[in-house]
């Protein structure tokens, strides 16, 4: 007879050593205890908040809206939240933020361009940017060859049409236009009425204004001051008669 083998017991596995386990928790604790005296500390603060492109926003007021302010966290200020913040204010068109370790923010804005001005009646001077948006500005600010948009209503929407329109429009083409009224009539409820530095006055329409500027633009640089009318056909007539007979020369261009 065989004898039975009896199998060999298995080597119990070493408890785990209870020094590791001292050692890490030690060491957690003193990650945690760095991360608290880390956020506790200047370095984790915001030391300076610094603006480029503002014209029409006082610095002040940009602070405030983008809800920063020194002392605060520089890793709890999120640029996401700093560009929409900023972005409620009309005049801000596009915002840029960049971090820079330890706590300095910058802050770079692109504001909508100025296409005209405005008198309130309070007498105050505004300008008129491309989205529409009316707002404050100094007289040593302005353009002299931007166009003075008079009589309009704040809420008008073909007000918010023509500054879109003239945003389109290369400066140097819009630089004669002095001023621009609102003259709406029942086929054309976005008539305008221009006067220009080189005494024209211009009739035309707003949904017209981009694709006529260089028929405008062509008669002021050719002619005599006169009247231009720019619709589906254009027209011109000199204000002074012709002298040999007293009637008024008139172009006309489909």
Do not use: C
Request: charged letters at 20%; zero cysteines.
């Amino acid at each position: 007879m065989h004898k039975a083998q009896i199998p060999a017991l298995r080597e119990s596995r070493p408890k785990r050593n209870t020094s590791r386990k001292i050692a890490w928790t030690l060491f957690f604790l003193f990650i945690v205890l760095l991360a608290v005296l880390f956020f506790r500390s200047s370095l984790s603060q915001i030391t300076a908040v610094q603006f480029q492109g503002s014209t029409f926003t006082p610095q002040d007021k940009l602070l405030e809206q983008s809800g920063l302010e020194i002392g605060g966290q520089f890793f709890g200020a999120s640029k996401e939240e700093i560009i929409s913040r900023l972005k409620q204010i009309q005049s801000i068109q596009m915002v840029n933020v960049d971090k820079h370790f330890p706590g300095e923010i910058s802050i770079q804005i692109k504001e909508y361009p100025t296409v005209a001005y405005e008198v309130n009646t309070d007498g105050e001077l505004r300008a008129i940017l491309s989205n529409g948006t009316s707002v404050e500005v100094s007289s040593s600010g302005i353009a002299v060859e931007k166009p003075i948009l008079t009589q309009w209503k704040s809420d008008d929407p073909i007000k918010i049409k023509l500054s879109q329109t003239l945003a389109n429009i290369p400066s140097e083409w819009t630089a004669d236009i002095s001023e621009i009224l609102p003259d709406p009539t029942p086929s054309f409820p976005d008539r305008i009425r221009m006067y220009t530095r080189s005494q024209f006055e211009v009739l035309t329409a707003v949904s017209l204004l981009e694709k006529k500027i260089s028929y405008l633009n062509q008669v002021i640089e050719t002619e005599e001051p006169g009247m231009i009318t720019m619709f589906q056909a254009d027209t011109y007539v000199p204000f002074k008669p012709r002298e040999e007979d007293g009637s008024f020369e008139n172009a006309t261009t489909q």
